[in-house]
């Protein structure tokens, strides 16, 4: 069991940067480490976890308030998991239609490159297609 890393080495050990881990002591999403008599944090096990936890969330995409959630759920652990699903299938249709959007923002790029004469300017297919969002193959990108 390991306590008293000061944040330097808790960034290091945890993937987070000092800034942040502060930033989430700030907000509520760590609870305020014990300090030192000369008034530095002191982080232990529990909290490198829970850093991970929230890293690893951020790197998924859910915003703090979901991750706040997460956490309450995870501080409780024999409660159901209903509300941890519903929070990762509300981030999932997130990711789904980000992912339309970007397939239709492809298709859309590719559409203008196939398009384009390589001549001089006044005929590029994308000059045209960014002055004129009406020319866009799709409608939503």
Same mark, same amino acid.
């Given at each position: 069991?390991?306590?008293?890393?000061?944040?330097?080495?808790?960034?290091?050990? *945890?993937?987070?940067k000092?800034?942040t881990?502060? =930033? =989430?002591? %700030?907000?509520?999403?760590?609870?305020?480490?014990?300090?030192?008599e000369?008034?530095?944090?002191h !982080?232990?096990?529990?909290d490198?976890?829970?850093?991970? !936890?929230?890293?690893?969330?951020?790197?998924?995409? !859910?915003?703090? #308030?979901?991750?706040?959630?997460?956490? +309450?759920? %995870?501080d409780?652990?024999?409660?159901?998991?209903? +509300?941890?699903? $519903?929070?990762?299938?509300?981030?999932?249709?997130?990711?789904?239609?980000?992912? *339309?959007?970007? %397939?239709a923002?492809?298709? @859309?790029? @590719? $559409?203008?490159?196939d398009?384009?004469?390589?001549?001089?300017?006044?005929?590029?297919?994308?000059? #045209?297609?960014?002055?004129?969002?009406?020319?866009?193959?799709?409608?939503?990108?």
């Amino acid at each position: 069991m390991t306590k008293n890393i000061p944040i330097g080495e808790a960034a290091r050990l *945890s993937g987070v940067k000092a800034p942040t881990i502060r =930033y =989430y002591e %700030q907000i509520g999403l760590l609870p305020a480490p014990p300090r030192s008599e000369g008034n530095r944090r002191h !982080f232990g096990d529990a909290d490198l976890r829970r850093l991970a !936890f929230i890293r690893h969330a951020r790197e998924l995409g !859910f915003e703090i #308030e979901a991750i706040r959630a997460l956490l +309450t759920l %995870q501080d409780d652990p024999n409660q159901p998991c209903a +509300t941890a699903d $519903a929070i990762a299938k509300a981030r999932l249709i997130e990711v789904e239609h980000r992912i *339309s959007s970007l %397939q239709a923002l492809k298709a @859309e790029l @590719e $559409a203008m490159v196939d398009g384009c004469s390589h001549g001089r300017v006044a005929g590029c297919r994308v000059i #045209e297609v960014l002055a004129d969002h009406g020319k866009c193959a799709n409608r939503v990108h």
